[in-house]
């Protein structure tokens, strides 16, 4: 590394932000949480930084104020030996006041006013480096686990080769997921719903997936897609891509998407791709243990 490679992580409190900063240390970069402000320079003194370095930055940083943050930004943008990154993590206030229920923790500024006061006084203060982050992403529908592979597509340092692919099955009614990209449409295949032995199934079940096979279209389906995948994804390597998300929908998410990304992902993964599957609206039932070899499932 010739200069010093620094990522800053900010956003509103209960963003993401530990997410994407674990996300980056397992990715090589040497990751510290609340740093004080005034040491950050001292990062950049003396030779450059063995690792790139993951910093995260909010309210609870002691010497904290919108002023010297922006100030430690503005010195960093004008150091021509070091390479900084800001990573603004955005979330819905209701979401937001959500995860905070959920998780029983105070907000960091609920001592000073009820907490959807406070979330509204974090999103304001930290309005600035919204529109100055160099990456912005909305976390209001992610779960960790999308958080970590949006931060891959963009950070991971490894060899391009290793490319990693997700399938994401899910239902139209609820709206695509996000960070997918590229994605196909089951829903003009034979639909399992409407045959009462297969509606409590799903599309990981062998019935379930013999009955969406015998559709005239599913083969053609299938081979077209592999055949778009065969041209495609070398391409996205020599790019430099390290992640590409593939999603499969249907109209429940229950049966042919699923279906779809169990056979897609375990023939990717037997042609030599790491491959990892996820069923978004299978997710809130009953976990079931993997069926298929070389697929890693969260």
């Known amino acids: ?83 900084a990154d800001l990573i603004y993590l955005d979330c819905d206030p209701d979401v937001l006041l959500r995860r905070y229920s959920e998780t029983r923790r105070k907000h960091p500024l609920a001592a000073e006013m009820p907490p959807d006061a406070a979330v509204d006084h974090e999103i304001a203060l930290l309005a600035p480096l919204r529109g100055r982050a160099d990456l912005r992403i909305d976390t209001s529908e992610m779960t960790p686990h999308d958080l970590r592979a949006e931060i891959a597509r963009w950070y991971d340092p490894g060899d391009a080769a290793r490319m990693s692919l997700s399938f994401h099955s899910f239902s139209y ?71 590409l998300a593939i999603g499969l929908g249907c109209t429940g998410g229950q049966h042919r998407s699923v279906t779809l990304a169990e056979n897609l992902a375990q023939r990717l993964a037997q042609a030599g791709w790491q491959v990892s599957i996820r069923h978004r609206e299978l997710e809130h039932g009953a976990p079931r243990a993997p069926r298929q070899a070389g697929v890693e499932r969260p």
């Open 1 to 83: 590394m010739s200069g010093h490679r620094i990522v800053l992580v900010t956003g509103a409190s209960g963003a993401g932000r530990s997410t994407a900063i674990n996300a980056l240390e397992d990715m090589g970069f040497e990751a510290i949480d609340n740093m004080p402000l005034s040491l950050v320079p001292r990062l950049i003194v003396g030779v450059p930084l063995e690792r790139p370095v993951a910093l995260g930055i909010d309210v609870r940083n002691r010497d904290f104020t919108l002023a010297a943050l922006e100030s430690m930004l503005d010195a960093l943008d004008q150091d021509p030996s070091v390479a």
């Open 173 to 243: 009614k609820r709206g695509t997921p996000p960070g997918l990209d590229m994605m196909f449409d089951c829903r003009f295949l034979r639909n399992p719903h409407w045959e009462p032995t297969l509606r409590a199934l799903d599309g990981r079940d062998a019935e379930v997936a013999a009955h969406v096979a015998a559709d005239a279209r599913h083969a053609p389906f299938i081979e077209r897609i592999e055949a778009l995948l065969d041209l495609v994804l070398p391409a996205h390597v020599a790019e430099g891509r390290t992640h």
